[in-house]
Nanobody, 121 residues
């Protein structure tokens, strides 16, 4: 399985970004997909997850209401739309795939390389 995240960049506080993650190597629709992030000096933390068919989504408390996870199973891609960004959202964002619909990083078996999001205040 290969995951390729993209879409990160520099954005001003209050702005928006949409991250994308392309998936290959297995049947995409059989995998739960998640987004995590890791700020400098911090542990990796859960951001959002989406079920195989896309009908169920799950968000961290810090991002709920400010981001939307979605997937296009025809394009083997998962997205993370982030709005009202804050400086504390600055981090490397990772997409991950797994078997279980969970917020736990250990339950995701495959990870992308990460894309850096920098929010300037």
């Amino acid at each position: 399985v290969q995951l390729q995240a993209s879409g990160g960049g520099l954005v001003q506080a209050g702005g928006s970004l949409r991250l994308s993650c392309s998936f290959s190597g297995r049947t995409f629709s059989t995998n739960v997909m998640g987004w995590f992030r890791q700020a400098p000096g911090e542990e990796r933390e859960f951001v959002a997850a989406i079920s195989r068919g896309g009908g169920n989504t799950y968000y961290s408390d810090s991002m709920r209401g400010r981001c939307t996870i979605s997937r296009d199973n025809a394009k083997n891609t998962v997205y993370l739309q982030m709005n009202s960004l804050k400086s504390e959202d600055t981090a490397v964002y990772y997409c991950a795939s797994g078997r279980y619909y969970t917020f736990r990083a250990d339950d995701y078996g495959y990870w992308g390389q990460g894309t850096l999001v920098t929010v300037s205040s």
